[in-house]
């Protein structure tokens, strides 16, 4: 499974917690502009674009230093904090997003997991996230075995081919054999299906579009119902 979007949300959202530190910082932005800003700023400064700024030769490689500037690019960019408070206001924020206090599980995350697992399913967190995920991951879901795979720790973010020939070679199983269930249409059903991974879109917010060809879920329950039925 993805992680952000598709088993975990930010506790408060990410405009309340960017508005919020910014305001101690007498940054006075608003949630709804903070919002606009930073789904500009995730377009503007994803790995690929991020990285084809700084002439990488591989856009769609990563590391934790590489994460580490990506994500104070794009602080920077939300916030526009003075020189002077640039480097606070990162940490802090950095800091908050490495908290599990600061993160939830959807509501259908645990009857899910659970009911996979009975049925004698290999668990896993497919993600492109930093370190930061571990400790996240084991407060809320210490009780599954799961493999973590996270992007800066492999070298590269979905949707790059290497990631996912990398979990394979990780799990020793092959393509086929694996299903990834995730919200991001590209990451986590376009190109690991064009990489003979099978792959369940799930739509949480019942956006309406062509993915629904693909048998788009909006429940992780109604998922592995499907799952342990078949």
Same mark, same amino acid.
């Given at each position: 499974m993805d992680a952000v979007g598709t088993i975990l949300r930010p506790r408060p959202s990410v405009a309340a917690a960017y508005a919020s530190v910014g305001r101690a910082y007498g940054i006075d932005l $608003? /949630?709804?502009?903070? !919002?606009?800003? &930073? =789904? /500009?700023? +995730?377009? =503007?400064?994803?790995?690929?674009?991020? %990285?084809?700024g700084q002439a990488a030769t591989d856009p769609l490689r990563t590391d934790e230093s590489i994460e580490l500037l990506r994500w104070q690019a794009i602080v920077n960019f939300v916030l526009s904090p003075p020189p002077s408070a640039e480097a606070?206001?990162?940490?802090? +924020? *950095? $800091?908050? &997003? !490495?908290?599990?206090?600061? *993160? %939830? +599980?959807?509501p259908d995350v645990l009857p899910a997991m659970a009911k996979l697992a009975e049925a004698g399913f290999r668990l896993g967190i497919a993600s492109n996230f930093d370190h930061r995920l571990r400790p996240i991951v084991q407060n809320y879901l210490s009780d599954f075995p799961l493999s973590l795979h996270i992007s800066s720790e492999i070298g590269w973010v979905k949707p790059a081919e290497q990631y996912y020939r990398a979990v394979e070679m990780t799990l020793n199983v092959p393509s086929g054999e694996i299903l990834l269930i995730g919200d991001d249409w590209g990451n986590d059903v376009a190109a690991p299906r064009q990489l003979g991974w099978q792959t369940i879109y799930l739509n949480r917010d019942g956006k309406p579009g062509d993915q629904e060809k693909w048998g788009a879920h909006e429940s992780l329950v109604t998922v592995a119902d499907q799952l342990c039925s078949d």
């Open positions: $608003n /949630e709804e502009a903070v !919002g606009t800003r &930073f =789904r /500009e700023a +995730l377009t =503007r400064y994803n790995v690929e674009a991020f %990285q084809k606070a206001v990162f940490e802090t +924020l *950095w $800091n908050h &997003f !490495g908290e599990p206090d600061h *993160w %939830q +599980l959807f």
